[in-house]
């Protein structure tokens, strides 16, 4: 993927990073035109206005979906122009995943998520600790790699990077699953939620979770059939 596959007029995810660390939530930007295999020019009054800081302190990361792919670079503020317009420079080369690992089913469950310690994650302690819930919503998607969330709730992976997810596919199967976020995209306001979050299970904190979980989303799918 290059930057002259994006087409005019393309709206791209961006947020502000200083230090490998996000300080500010995701906006959007609009993608005018390629000025050569590394420049570009964006449309965005925000970093018009902020363009001498930004300039001096921020890379600026940009995300963009084309179908099951979302591709991400980082770059910086150059020059600014008229009418909002700024020169970006890309800094690094487009790295490309599939938002899916595993299929994933429309499976909407009611689903606890709770900030995970990087101690508790290695000593294997998934037990909820309810000082620590920090949303209680319901699953868009759910797979055996991981599940979907759209919401009004501001996460921050950057300082938080490990979560507990707590849900139930049945009466007999109860999960607590340590996650992580891999995806986060920015929508304009839906009745549904702003935010859009992909977590990832992280299997390898809990192996013997992994089968359980893909035994129990087939037996709920089987369920649905018979109903």
């Known amino acids: 993927m290059e930057l002259g596959h994006i ?8 947020f502000e990073q200083i230090d490998d660390h996000a ?3 995701e906006y959007d930007v609009v993608f005018t035109y390629l000025e050569s295999d590394r420049f570009f020019t964006i449309h965005c009054n925000r970093i018009s206005d902020r ?8 890379k600026l990361v940009f995300s963009f979906r084309v179908g099951p792919f979302i591709h991400t670079f ?3 503020a150059k020059e600014k122009k008229r009418g ?3 020169l970006i420079e890309q800094l690094s080369d487009i790295t490309t995943f599939n938002r899916r690992q595993f299929d994933r089913d429309e499976i909407r469950v009611p689903v606890k998520v709770y900030n995970l310690s990087k101690e508790h994650l290695s000593a294997g302690m998934f037990k909820p600790v309810e000082e620590r819930l920090i949303m209680s919503d319901m699953t868009f998607d759910i797979s055996a790699g991981g599940f979907c969330i759209i919401t009004n709730i501001t996460l921050n992976p950057n300082n938080d990077p490990y979560y507990l997810a707590t849900f139930s596919l049945s009466d007999k199967d109860l999960f607590s699953l340590p996650s992580e976020i891999v995806r986060r995209s920015v929508y ?5 939620g702003r935010y ?5 299970f992280v299997f390898e904190a809990a ?8 035994k129990a989303i087939v037996n709920r799918k089987l369920t649905v059939l018979k109903m």
């Open 84 to 86: 909002g317009m700024v």
């Open 74 to 76: 980082s770059g910086q």
């Open 51 to 58: 363009f001498d800081e930004l300039s001096q302190n921020a």
């Open 188 to 192: 304009q306001r839906t009745k549904i």
């Open 207 to 214: 192996p013997e979770e992994k089968d359980r979980l893909m």
């Open 23 to 25: 300080v500010s939530e």
């Open 196 to 200: 859009d979050y992909g977590f990832r």
């Open 7 to 14: 087409e005019r007029g393309a709206k791209l995810s961006v």
